[in-house]
């Protein structure tokens, strides 16, 4: 069935480093791509989707690059900050169902 | 104003009983789903409605009810409660079908089965 890859576990960073968080998929045909983030105690929030070859989302200095090549979708910020601190889902959008599927989540702290 | 109401907030339960999750939305969306997230499962699909239809149940176990009695509504019946059943249950919407589309999460409701 489809699924999702991405980073797993905690990635910890120092305020203005680069984030990547990778993200790889299975699944025929084109398939939308999301982002999303959570932060404590609420639920997760909508940061953007991508739904053809090379197609870029992006939102908040948060940017991704749908790759149809080698299946991905990676998250990527030039310069995280303190506040990014939280945990990011890949999702995929099943094209013969109704319904998204979720990666496991990579939680990420900034230290400041 | 929060845009996706689910009541309550924290639910304890003891083991075989049974509790309805309230979830209502005030976006205009026509399509709804259920998420379940725990440590063993990050952030599991449930159910997803759309015009208060069944369109997916990921849900093996029937203990697990969606119930739309209106268009912005979709509660959650969960009967016969185990412990393995505590976690948190978010409500979800979007505007159109859910695999293009950007969805709206609620706040939550955290169910703890004892």
């Known amino acids: 069935g489809d699924s999702v890859t991405q980073t797993e576990g905690q990635v910890a960073l120092s305020e203005e480093d680069f984030l990547t968080i990778h993200c790889n998929y299975s699944a025929s045909g084109y398939p939308a791509l999301f982002w999303y983030v959570q932060y404590p105690g609420e639920g997760p929030q909508f940061l953007f989707r991508a739904s053809r070859d090379k197609e870029k989302g992006s939102s908040r200095g948060f940017e991704a690059t749908y790759d149809k090549g080698t299946t991905s979708f990676h998250l990527r910020k030039a310069s995280v900050q303190e506040s990014d601190s939280a945990v990011y889902y890949c999702?995929?959008?099943?094209?013969?169902?109704?319904?998204?599927?979720f990666g496991k989540g990579t939680h990420l702290h900034v230290l400041p | 104003d929060p845009k996706i109401i689910q009541k309550p907030k924290y639910l304890v339960a003891v083991t075989g009983s049974e509790k309805i999750l309230i979830c209502e939305q005030y976006?205009?969306?026509?399509?709804m789903y259920w998420y379940r997230q725990s440590a063993k499962k990050p952030l599991e699909f449930m159910f997803s409605y759309s015009y208060q239809k069944l369109m997916d149940n990921q849900t093996a176990s029937s203990r697990f009810q969606p119930q739309s009695s209106k268009k912005n509504h979709l509660d959650l019946q969960i009967t016969a409660l185990k412990p393995d059943d505590s976690a948190t249950y978010f409500c979800a919407s979007s505007r159109v079908r859910v695999n293009y589309a950007e969805q709206f999460f609620g706040p939550g409701t955290r169910l703890t089965v004892l």
């Open positions: 999702a995929l959008g099943d094209p013969n169902a109704y319904k998204v599927i």
């Open positions: 976006l205009g969306h026509n399509a």
